[in-house]
């Protein structure tokens, strides 16, 4: 079974600029894999940032960007503030239906 | 503007089972695939099922609720459900429907609305 797998926690400095990368357990993550960023809240419902692999959601502030970056999906943060310091999720579509989420990354502004 | 709206969620013991239902406003059903995705308390997002939109004939499931749950909708109703059985404590989670999102009209393989969940506890 593959696994989407994300970095467990990030920090990054107020200002900074921070890339979470999305691969997957066995293979290069593609275009193909059509992936979508979400930011959340604890709490609350998970906000849209980023799909098809580098679109940005209506009203996503543009320090939002999502990219292929050698083998895997990446989102990154410029001018990291801190707010921004929430859980991000990637999700990969893995064909016949299927879409598996990664295990999340926890940023730190700081 | 559209609005997803779970209920149903609450206590339930292992081996039963439970009704979800996401009600929507803001737009039509029919014209669009939906989701669940589940949270169990501290953990991560998982997907969990979709059902392409129309009358729903294609649906899908992740490996772990598969033979278990089943997803369906009532265009008439602006409702989505999710028909959860056999329950277990690894099911414990905050259920959220997602609708699927389209760009330019062509429909793409992420969330573009969520609501804002319901709560599912397993416990004896």
């Known amino acids: 079974q593959t696994v989407v797998t994300q970095e467990p926690s990030f920090s990054v400095s107020p200002g900074g600029t921070v890339t979470l990368t999305c691969g997957l357990s066995?293979?290069?993550?593609?275009?193909?894999?059509?992936p979508s960023w979400y930011q959340q809240t604890p709490g609350q419902a998970p906000r849209t940032l980023v799909y098809n692999t580098n679109t940005r959601s209506s009203g996503v502030p543009d320090r939002f960007s999502g990219s292929i970056l050698g083998n895997k999906a990446a989102l990154t943060i410029t001018g990291a503030q801190a707010d921004d310091e929430l859980d991000y999720y990637c999700?990969?579509?893995?064909?016949?239906?299927?879409?598996?989420f990664g295990g999340g990354t926890k940023l730190t502004v700081l | 503007e559209v609005q997803l709206l779970e209920s149903g969620g609450g206590l339930v013991q292992p081996g039963g089972s439970l009704r979800l239902s996401c009600t929507t406003s803001?737009?039509?059903?029919?014209?669009?695939?939906m989701n669940w995705v589940r949270q169990a308390p501290g953990k991560g997002l998982e997907w969990v099922s979709r059902?392409?939109?129309?009358?729903?004939?294609?649906?899908y499931y992740a490996d772990s609720v598969k033979g278990r749950f089943t997803i369906s909708r009532d265009n008439s109703k602006n409702t989505l459900y999710l028909q959860m059985n056999i329950l277990r404590a690894e099911d414990t989670a905050v259920y959220f429907c997602a609708r699927r999102g389209y760009d330019s009209g062509r429909p793409l393989y992420y969330f573009d609305s969520w609501g804002q969940g319901t709560l599912v506890t397993v416990s004896s």
């Open positions: 059902i392409s939109g129309g009358s729903g004939g294609s649906t």
């Open positions: 066995s293979g290069s993550v593609s275009t193909s894999h059509y």
């Open positions: 999700v990969l579509y893995m064909g016949s239906g299927i879409s598996v």
């Open positions: 803001g737009f039509t059903l029919s014209g669009y695939a």
